[in-house]
């Protein structure tokens, strides 16, 4: 697992470190699993069964005994309307008939 910030990268593949992938997809568990990373392995792909709307990862250190790392993302499957900023105003525009995920 890589993570870039502000142009470096810091390698989170120390010996035997753990992570914990959490995908939801509309609230609901997708992916719920802790990993092995072994050194050197920065890489890890995981298949899922649909489209997630959040996701959060922990890394811990060797065996599970530190924490090193959190995050957590969430993304935008549809947008229902659209905004745009004209002079001193906000226009918003809603959708006629947004489609249902």
Partial sequence: MRRKQN???WM???PQNLQRPICRA?????IDRLITLTPGNTLQTIALPE???D??????DEC???FLLYEQSNFIRQV???MGVQG???EIEVMRNPKKP
């Fill in 7 to 9: 142009g470096n990268t």
């Fill in 12 to 14: 989170f593949a120390g």
């Fill in 26 to 30: 509309n609230q609901d568990v997708i």
């Fill in 51 to 53: 489209l997630p709307d």
């Fill in 55 to 60: 996701i959060e990862i922990w890394i811990f």
């Fill in 64 to 66: 599970g005994g530190s």
């Fill in 80 to 82: 229902e309307f659209t």
């Fill in 88 to 90: 001193h105003s906000l």
